[in-house]
């Protein structure tokens, strides 16, 4: 695993509270704020402020505000999408293979998607990350790194309540390097590929047990 700036316990802590917040804001979310809010005042500064912003911004609007404002943020069309392996991919063919090794990573570790979801979304990536396999979470965020500054820096942009969640997460990963600028680039440009194939609705995906497994 790449050396990184925080412990273990740290980025357990903020993947799972970045996962958390970057779920659809329903009842449930909103009644945990006050408890996101503690585990970020807990975190270092860089990683904890950006968790801390998101909180904010949700408890200052109605939830439904938020729950709108979230549809139409986290679309599937080009920067606004929590789907990793859609930045790399886009809508192509090529794409399904990208979420079989996903999904065998999951397997591997006795885990199972629910089926009527996809195992690239950021949420359950980041849980999984948190809360079963930390090396091979965070090998699936590197992996999707181009596409996960791009979601950043799309969020900046349009000021959404989500940026700092994403900030967060980005700030527990090593440094970019000039290859990984360069792949942000192109793909800040050109887009994803447009295979047009389908993808699954808004929503992150849950984990469960898998049968037999731990």
């Given at each position: 695993m790449p050396k990184l700036r925080f412990t273990p316990d740290e980025l357990t802590r903020t993947w799972q509270a970045a996962s958390i917040l970057l779920d659809y804001p329903d009842e449930q979310l909103v009644s945990r704020l006050d408890l996101l809010a503690e585990v970020a005042a807990s975190l270092p500064a860089k990683i904890g402020r950006g968790l801390q912003e998101t909180i904010e911004k949700l408890r200052s609007q109605p939830p439904l505000t938020s729950q709108a404002n979230y549809v139409e943020t986290f679309d599937t069309r080009r920067r606004g999408c929590l789907f990793l392996t859609y930045f790399s991919s886009g809508d192509t063919r090529k794409r399904g293979l990208a979420l079989l090794r996903i999904k065998q990573v999951y397997t591997r570790a006795g885990l199972v998607l629910t089926d009527d979801q996809l195992p690239d979304h950021l949420c359950v990536v980041l849980e999984f990350a948190a809360t079963t396999d930390q090396a091979a979470g965070l090998k699936m965020i590197l992996d999707n790194r181009a596409g996960l500054e791009l979601l950043r820096l799309h969020l900046a942009e349009t000021g959404s309540p989500w940026w700092g969640a994403v900030e967060a997460v980005c700030a527990t990963l090593p440094a970019l390097k000039?290859?990984?600028?360069?792949?942000?680039?192109?793909?800040?440009?050109?887009?994803?590929?447009?295979?047009?194939?389908?993808?699954?609705?808004?929503?992150a995906p849950d984990l469960l047990p898998m049968p037999g497994g731990s």
């Open positions: 000039g290859k990984d600028h360069e792949a942000i680039k192109i793909l800040a440009a050109e887009g994803p590929a447009d295979e047009q194939v389908g993808l699954n609705p808004y929503g």
